[in-house]
């Protein structure tokens, strides 16, 4: 890349507007201030996929620091048009995780803090205690499901409701047919709900969204 494109880029400033594969070709040229904004961007997505996948914060966090340590080395190979970043992100993320899975057999533990249940309501108002803490035991419930399913099922689950992915960025992720992702999902979503129907006396309804397991 030329000097003065690279100082082009360096000029026009970084907001919410830029692109995010326009970041990305500005990390793969060494643009320091697009890779912040790249991370400040989409470091959440990554820990959220990686963190319901491995159950834990600290694996979790250790993800987000090797994936993008791969974006700062292998940026270049983002092929724009046939994933979005956000996409290729979660991509490496899951080579990371199944990585780690496949070396610590023992990462079935959710350790995940519940910074769901703050006192307040969305309106302001107070919450009520009883009301909050069987939220908390929901949403704790559901995390757990959620890690007890098979790890192939887990990655169509935590991409399609979790991260809401479409399935066409999903069977990219995961490498396979979208109408594979559509029955995984479909198997998924089934034995979710057999399993949160087992494990409490007042089953949780699935109702999987981005929003659903903070």
Request: with cysteine; aromatic share 6%; net charge neutral.
């Amino acid at each position: 890349m030329n000097t003065s494109y690279r100082e082009d880029m360096a000029a026009a400033p970084l907001t919410d507007r830029v692109p995010d594969d326009e970041l990305l070709t500005r990390v793969a040229a060494g643009d320091a201030p697009a890779f912040t904004e790249l991370f400040r961007r989409r470091q959440p997505d990554v820990f959220r996929f990686a963190v319901h996948m491995t159950g834990s914060i600290a694996t979790a966090e250790d993800v987000v620091q090797e994936v993008f340590l791969i974006v700062m080395r292998d940026g270049a190979r983002y092929e724009s048009g046939r994933a979005t970043v956000a996409s290729w992100l979660c991509g490496i993320a899951r080579n990371c995780v199944r990585q780690r899975l496949d070396r610590d057999r023992r990462l079935t533990s959710v350790d995940v803090a519940n910074d769901d249940c703050e006192p307040g309501s969305e309106a302001g108002g107070p919450m009520d205690p009883l009301a909050g803490l069987l939220r908390a035991e929901r949403i704790d419930t559901l995390r757990r499901a959620v890690q007890t399913l098979p790890v192939t099922y887990r990655e169509a689950l935590v991409l399609c409701d979790l991260q809401e992915l479409s399935y066409r960025d999903a069977a990219e992720v995961l490498g396979c047919p979208v109408g594979t992702v559509r029955s995984r999902l479909h198997r998924a979503r089934e034995m979710l709900t057999a399993r949160l129907w087992a494990s409490s006396r007042s089953p949780v309804p699935c109702v999987m969204t981005k929003g659903a397991i903070p």
